[in-house]
C-alpha cells in the first residue's frame, strides 16, 4: 500500500540553525501539507501546497518557514532559524484531491 | 476562531462494547469531516471521513454528521483492545487549500 515517508525520523538541531524536513508524498497525489504536533496538543495547520505554489498558510507559517518541491518526488519544509518554541512532530500529508490526507511518521523536531 | 472540540477522555470501554467518540464544530462553512486514529507517539491515521449529513458506515466504524446541529460522531462498534488510541476528529473549510482544523483528540481505552 502506497505511504507518505518523512526523513528523518529525528532531527535534532541548536537554536538558530536551518533544518529542512523531507517528504516524499504518495506518487499520484497532488496536494500536499504540513502539520505539527506539540508534544500533548491538538494537531495544527500549517501549509498547503497544488500546482507548485502556497495554497493557504496558517499564522504559524511565517518568514521563516518556506515549503519547496524541488524534483517530482519530494516535499520540504525549510524553518531558517530555528526557536526553542518550533520543537514539535512535523508531519507531511498528502491527498489526490482536497479531500482525504494520509499522514507521513514524521519527523521528531528538537531544538536545544 | 474556527474550532473543532471534543472531550480529552479518558472514554474507557469494555472490550465488545459500542465506544461513542462526538466532536462539535464552530464553523458552519466546515465542508467535510475526518476521523483519525493516533497511536502514543505515532502519526494520525486515517480511519473515516465524511461530506453528508447522516451516516456512513465501514467495518466496525460509523461516522455520523449532523450539520444543523454541528455535531460530528464516530461509533466503533465491537470495540476491541487494539482500538485503544487517541481519536481525533478534524474539520475542512471550503476552499482554504484543504486546511484540516483538528479538535484535542479523545482518549479511548478498551479494556479487556
Known amino acids: 500500500e502506497p505511504e507518505v515517508t518523512q526523513t528523518p525520523s529525528h532531527q535534532v538541531t541548536q537554536m538558530g540553525q536551518e533544518v529542512i524536513l523531507r517528504c516524499v508524498p504518495i506518487?499520484?497525489?497532488?496536494?500536499f501539507y504540513w502539520y505539527r504536533q506539540i508534544l500533548g496538543q491538538k494537531v495544527e495547520f500549517l501549509v498547503s501546497?497544488?500546482?507548485?505554489?502556497?495554497?493557504?498558510k496558517s499564522e504559524i507559517f511565517d518568514d521563516q518557514f518556506s515549503v519547496e518541491r524541488p524534483d517530482g518526488s519530494n516535499f520540504t519544509l525549510k524553518i531558517r532559524s530555528t526557536k526553542l518554541e518550533d520543537s514539535a512532530m512535523y508531519f507531511c500529508?498528502?491527498?489526490?484531491?482536497?479531500?482525504?490526507?494520509?499522514f507521513g511518521p514524521g519527523t521528531r523536531l528538537t531544538v536545544t | 476562531q474556527k474550532e473543532v472540540e471534543q472531550n480529552s477522555g479518558p472514554l474507557s470501554v469494555p472490550e465488545g462494547a459500542i465506544a461513542s467518540l462526538n466532536c462539535t464544530y464552530s464553523?458552519?462553512?466546515?465542508?467535510?469531516f475526518f476521523w483519525y486514529r493516533q497511536y502514543s507517539g505515532k502519526s494520525p491515521e486515517l480511519i473515516m471521513f465524511?461530506?453528508?449529513?447522516g451516516d456512513k458506515e465501514d467495518g466496525r466504524f460509523t461516522a455520523q454528521l449532523n450539520k444543523a446541529s454541528q455535531y460530528v460522531s464516530l461509533l466503533i462498534r465491537d470495540s476491541q483492545p487494539s482500538d485503544s488510541a487517541t481519536y481525533l476528529c478534524?474539520?475542512?473549510?471550503?476552499?482554504?487549500?484543504?486546511?484540516?482544523?483538528f479538535g484535542q483528540g479523545t482518549e479511548l481505552s478498551v479494556k479487556p
Open positions: 464553523d458552519r462553512g466546515s465542508q467535510s
Open positions: 506518487s499520484n497525489h497532488l496536494y
Open positions: 500529508a498528502s491527498s489526490d484531491r482536497e479531500g482525504e490526507q494520509y
Open positions: 465524511i461530506y453528508s449529513n
Open positions: 478534524a474539520g475542512m473549510l471550503y476552499n482554504q487549500g484543504g486546511k484540516l482544523i
Open positions: 501546497f497544488y500546482n507548485n505554489e502556497i495554497s493557504e
